[in-house]
Structures are given as C-alpha cells and as structure tokens.
C-alpha cells in the first residue's frame, strides 16, 4: 500500500516559482508517484505530467516549457518544478501512482484512469 504525501504549495504573484515534492512510502519497487494532476474549482482533474522511469516526460500543452517533473530514486520523491506561474495555473495539485498491472506509455501516463493512489492535493495559488 503506497502512501503519496504533497507538499511545497504556496501563494506567489505572477511570474513566480514553485517547487512541488511528492513523498512516496509503504509500496514496492513497482509502485511509485509519476503523475502531476491540478483541478480548479468547478473544473474536472487535468492532467499536468508525468514522468516514466525510463526517463521519458509528457506535459499538458499550457505548462510545455514553464514546468519540469523530475524524480529523485534516492528519496523516494517525485518533484514538480514550476516556473513563470500565471494565474490560470492556480489549482489543487495532487500526485498519483499506477495501479499494478496497468500498461504505462506516453499515451496512457496522461489519463486519469491509470492511477490508483493519490495524494492529498496542495493548494497552489497564483495571483495577477
């Protein structure tokens, strides 16, 4: 049973900088955070990007070049670097891991159906 634990939200003007970890504890070597998802109130969750352990990314088109995901093996985290924050990002940002068994491409690693261990969501909050 895989524990995801946010941290890093915060409120920042535009223009600004966001740094997201996500804290995995309690799975095993094949389950792991690899998903960044946002939702804004009144809204649906959105993908944000993911990261495969083969290194390969993907990123939703309004966070292409303003946002990185990396990981560090060491410490069990997933990161979500964000930078030049506009206030359309403002969103509840949760990590996710994939179910096991689950077929895990570029394609699949943006759809919701993948995941089946959350986070508790961090609140980022940007202003004009």
């Known amino acids: 049973q895989v524990q995801l634990v946010e941290s890093g939200g915060g409120l920042v003007q535009a223009g600004g900088s966001l740094r997201l970890s996500c804290a995995a504890s309690g799975g095993t070597s094949s389950t792991y955070p690899m998903g960044w998802f946002r939702q804004a109130p009144g809204k649906e969750r959105e993908f944000v990007a993911a990261l495969r352990s083969t290194g390969d990314s993907v990123y939703a088109d309004p966070v292409k070049g303003r946002f990185t995901v990396s990981r560090d093996n060491d410490k069990n985290t997933l990161y979500l670097h964000m930078n030049s924050l506009k206030p359309e990002d403002t969103a509840v940002y949760y990590c996710?891991?994939?179910?096991?068994?689950?077929?895990?491409?570029?394609?699949?690693?943006?759809?919701?159906?993948?995941?089946?261990?959350w986070g508790q969501g961090t609140q980022v909050s940007v202003s004009s």
């Open positions: 996710a891991a994939p179910g096991w068994g689950k077929k895990i491409t570029l394609a699949t690693m943006t759809s919701i159906r993948l995941y089946d261990s």
